[in-house]
């Protein structure tokens, strides 16, 4: 079991920048892979970013690519999203999710649905 906690949610001025921090507690952090996905509301949850259980890969929606960064520290349990040159479309609420790849021949996981743990989410709301 994984428990995820995001954190650095808020309200920001288009062109800001926030970071987005995901905590997380049980086992064995460093063999998960994770995902940021974001929902807006009256919309389905999106991909927006996920970073190998390793730290060896990173896969980012085309809508954040050159925007967002995605990185992680194993020794601190944490990921992280920098989000840069933030727009109102990006107004959301943002989620970390965790699934074990370590085992797998890959390394990074697009979609919702082949995540198992996500946290309650962190609400970003950009300004014009």
């Known amino acids: 079991q994984v428990q995820l906690v995001e954190s650095g949610g808020g309200l920001v001025q288009a062109g800001g920048s926030l970071r987005l921090s995901c905590v997380a507690s049980?086992?064995?952090?460093?063999?998960?892979?994770i995902g940021w996905f974001r929902q807006a509301p009256g919309k389905e949850r999106e991909f927006v970013a996920t970073?190998?259980?390793?730290?060896?890969?990173?896969y980012y929606a085309n809508s954040v690519k050159g925007r967002f960064t995605i990185s992680r520290d194993n020794a601190k349990n944490t990921a992280y999203l920098q989000m840069n040159n933030l727009k109102p479309e990006d107004t959301a609420v943002y989620y970390c999710a965790a699934v074990d790849l370590k085992s797998s021949i890959v390394a990074m996981r697009e979609k919702a649905d082949e995540y198992d743990y996500w946290g309650k989410g962190t609400q970003v709301t950009v300004s014009t």
């Open positions: 970073i190998a259980w390793n730290g060896g890969g990173t």
């Open positions: 049980g086992r064995a952090f460093s063999n998960y892979c």
